[in-house]
């Protein structure tokens, strides 16, 4: 069996899939709790705790953003992802008016990691990054055609940045929340999220990553 479809005066000769559901790209609106459940037990075992569902409106951004990655940060100009080399304020402004719904997602790491090992936290740091991209790519399958992850610290996929020259893997690469120009604190402090800020070496802290959505 076949379904016809009649579009400007052609017929086109679809597959019947039986009874099959299709995940049909921008068929969705808003996201369901039983995807959102679905995505947070597969990615619990990568440290990831929490995903929320929130209205693109609630993202801050600001130009003291980019000041402090341009003053205060050993990325600024070394890395692909990060400024200058990441839409200004401007550009992102334009992009965040092109969605309505995003993810927040949020783990936690410890800070011992954080500060003794740059090995191990590279590693910490391209596992989460990782379960990120992965999730977006289970979104993409699931319809969203948009998804696109903002992520938590400069790219880390190759231990020293290849920029200026050409990026070994584009299309794995994504940009961190800060060289969106996006107040990551200010955002959440907008969602009602309260973040403690670690202040010793044992104290586990937060990480942050967000999913433009729809
Ligand atoms: S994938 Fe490698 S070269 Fe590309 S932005 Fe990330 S660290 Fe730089």
Redesign the pocket.
């Known amino acids: 069996m076949s379904r016809l479809s009649r579009q400007k005066g052609i017929i086109l000769e679809f597959p019947d899939n039986g009874h099959k559901k299709v995940n049909s790209f921008r068929s969705n609106k808003g996201i369901s709790e039983r995807l959102l459940q679905k995505l947070l037990e597969n990615s619990r075992n990568c440290g990831l705790e929490g995903i929320i569902p929130f209205a693109v409106e609630k993202i801050d951004v600001a130009e003291w953003v980019r000041l402090k990655c341009q003053f205060g940060c050993c990325q600024y100009g070394t ?3 990060c400024p200058p080399a990441s839409p200004d304020l401007e550009k992102t402004n334009a992009v965040l008016k092109e969605y309505s719904l995003a993810l927040l997602l949020i783990g936690s790491r410890q800070c011992k990691n954080f500060y003794l090992s740059n090995a191990r936290r590279r590693a910490e740091q391209v596992r989460s990054w990782k379960e990120v991209v992965g999730i977006e790519r289970k979104l993409f399958l699931e319809g969203y055609d948009k998804a696109i992850s903002l992520v938590s610290g400069a ?4 231990r020293k ?3 200026p020259e050409a ?4 299309r ?2 994504r940009p961190p929340i800060e060289a969106f120009s996006i107040d990551l604190i200010g955002t959440l402090k907008n969602l009602g999220i309260a973040t403690p800020v670690a202040q010793q070496t044992i104290d586990t802290f937060r990480y942050y990553a967000i999913i433009l959505l729809q």
Not at 167 to 170: A, I, V
């Open positions: 890395n692909w992802c790219c880390a996929l190759c940045c290849t920029y990026c070994r893997f584009p794995e690469r």
